[in-house]
């Protein structure tokens, strides 16, 4: 048959089919797929969709609680809360264009104090934590801002200003080292267990008892729900939830007794710290620092200001009662006592002849302090004068057992209290195996030795302790073996005054002290504080309470001596102790004993604290 020109076409092969046919399968498929998600997305989907598209006309505004109020023993406000005016930026409302977002950045920058760079790394550092939520600039924005942001919005969108709640201290800067600092927590404190729950831009505790007792003081953030159009410009308010404040907290603290030893510490002039603690369940009723600081300052504080009291050397945020480390001097030996007593190196009877001078060996010759000698003297009255011979003799025959160091351990020296309070130190109790390592490692030129321990007997040499650690130390003495375990909380409260929890922690040990010892120790602390003769009888002779007490004059060069008194009142059964140091206060009669005379005053009612007057004894 024959076929035209044009009706001559060439036969498909099998593999172009099998291609045609591939590619029309997988044509197929895609089809189907993209049916499918269509399908997906308008029909089962479409409902939940739809509810987002409507959120996107809503916003949520987080609300922040007031925390709670922190009061006195007697319900005294120490530290509430005021209404202040945050400027926050929100970073979706800004101006898309760079340029354009630049100089309005730099206009805000221009009118709050802030320069770009400022701005630009307050909001990377909040935007890393949270995108979503406006970025605070400045707290404590005044009102003629606020009225001019106000009536210029249209040059500042993404500015709003919101009503925040910031720390009020109507005491000044009263205990102003127990209360610490609250701050905006930040991505390392978000990660920690304790903050677990706890969202961008909150409030919480930095220090002190804010930081301790946070989880009952911050309450917790409500919310506003507002509907916006799409240029997020506010419409309305759909539905508000209200935060929870926090709950209060009452402290153990006697405001009066507080502002007593701060005004007695501060007059001197000098540095230091003091402690009035219960002497049974370890209830602290003052604490005090100096040089201190105004908490009010550490609101909002600038960068500048920060690193300003953080470098200042004399070192106003430490609080000198829990972490000053110092030498105790003579206020040691009543701890020596207790395990000298315990290991059977003295009896509270025995004589020991105080002939002014104590032999170290190698021609080394120590003393009294003013080469006082005081002859046959026991215990009692070794305390009462303060013989250093009687002192080191017993050192030296504890210098092979450490029973010193043991029991001056037990009592609470060279370790933490367990108050609730942050940044405590444990100090240093120099042991054998202590200087034996620092010997190895070439950081000290020579191992230790027995005058190691006679220096220690009576509070010298490496010895480092602060305050709290010796009010418990005599607290522990006094009521006869129960190692209290210190605390500023007294119980956490709600807003209506009822309470949730009560603080009261148990002893944190109980160790063995016989009556014996205990009478012997405090006899001559009292013979010591207010017989004539006594170290600190021009101080406490004259004081209408019974008291027993001990003066220290620690070596701490290259510093000025430094002054120490501990003492319990009132004696025989005492309820308090009193512990005060002051840097380059010199003898302890002289500078500490009169601030603890002042504390004690106010504690029992202004009693007469007037000093008998006279030289002050050396020690």
Do not use: C
């Amino acid at each position: 048959m024959y076929l035209r020109s044009d009706e001559r076409r060439p036969q498909m092969t099998t593999g172009f089919a099998l291609r045609v046919a591939v590619l029309g399968g997988i044509s197929v498929a895609l089809f189907a797929v993209i049916f499918f998600r269509l399908w997906f997305l308008q029909v089962l989907s479409g409902d939940e969709y739809l509810a987002e598209a409507n959120n996107n006309r809503t916003r949520e505004v987080r609300v922040l609680p007031p925390r709670g109020e922190i009061l006195d023993r007697d319900g005294e406000l120490l530290v509430s809360n005021r209404t202040s005016l945050a400027l926050q930026v929100d970073v979706e409302e800004l101006p898309s264009d760079l340029r354009q977002r630049r100089l309005e950045l730099a206009r805000i920058g221009r009118l709050i104090g802030l320069s770009l760079t400022e701005i630009r790394h307050t909001m990377r550092e909040e935007l890393i934590v949270d995108r979503t939520s406006p970025v605070t600039l400045k707290s404590n924005v005044p009102h003629e801002l606020v009225y001019y942001f106000a009536e210029n919005g249209d040059r500042f969108p993404g500015v709003t200003v919101e009503p925040v709640f910031v720390r009020r201290y109507p005491q000044g800067t009263l205990a102003a080292h127990l209360f610490g600092t609250v701050g905006e927590i930040n991505p390392g404190q978000l990660r920690q267990a304790r903050n677990r729950g706890i969202e961008p831009g909150f409030i919480i505790g930095q220090d002190g008892v804010e930081y301790s007792y946070d989880q009952f003081l911050r309450g917790t953030a409500g919310s506003t729900r507002i509907q916006v159009d799409s240029l997020g410009n506010t419409l309305g308010e759909l539905n508000r939830v209200e935060p929870e404040p926090g709950d209060n907290l009452r402290l153990t603290i006697d405001s009066d007794v507080q502002a007593a030893g701060e005004a007695a510490l501060g007059g001197t002039g000098l540095y230091g710290g003091f402690v009035a603690m219960d002497v049974d369940d370890g209830a602290i009723i003052g604490m005090g620092s100096t040089p201190s600081f105004d908490p009010a300052d550490l609101i909002e504080p600038t960068q500048a200001e920060v690193e300003t009291l953080y470098q200042d050397e004399s070192a106003p945020l430490l609080n000198r009662a829990i972490a000053g480390l110092y030498p105790t001097g003579s206020t040691f030996k009543p701890i020596t006592s207790v395990a000298a007593l315990a290991s059977g190196a003295v009896t509270p009877e025995e004589i020991i002849y105080d002939d002014g001078a104590f032999d170290l060996g190698g021609g080394n010759i120590i003393g009294n302090a003013g080469g006082a000698a005081y002859g046959s003297i026991a215990m009692e009255y070794a305390l009462q004068v303060s013989s250093d011979v009687y002192y080191y003799t017993l050192g030296d025959r504890m210098s092979d057992g450490q029973a010193l160091q043991r029991w001056a351990r037990r009592l609470g020296i060279g370790r933490e209290t367990g108050i609730d309070l942050p940044s405590e130190a444990e100090g240093l109790l120099p042991t054998p195996r202590w200087r034996e390592r620092l010997y190895r490692q070439d950081l000290t030129d020579r191992p230790w030795s027995s005058g190691d321990n006679v220096n220690l007997s009576v509070g010298q040499g490496d010895l480092q302790a602060n305050p709290l650690q010796m009010a418990v130390a005599y607290a522990t003495i006094a009521n006869g073996g129960e190692v209290p375990t210190p605390h500023v909380g007294l119980r956490i409260e709600d807003a209506a005054g009822r309470l949730v929890q009560e603080v009261a922690p148990p002893p944190a040990r109980t160790i063995p002290i016989d009556p014996v010892w205990r009478n012997v120790i405090l006899d001559g602390l009292h013979a010591a504080a207010q017989s004539p003769g006594g170290t600190s009888y021009n101080v406490f002779g004259g004081f209408d309470v019974p008291v027993a007490g001990k003066t220290g004059t620690a070596e701490r060069p290259p510093y000025g001596d430094q002054s120490w008194y501990v003492v319990l009142a009132p004696y025989p059964n005492p309820e308090i102790v009193v512990a005060v140091t002051a840097e380059q206060g010199g003898f302890g009669a002289d500078t500490a004993a009169p601030i603890a005379a002042t504390i004690l005053s106010e504690y029992f009612g202004g009693v007469d604290a007037d000093p008998v007057g006279g030289a002050s004894a050396p020690d």
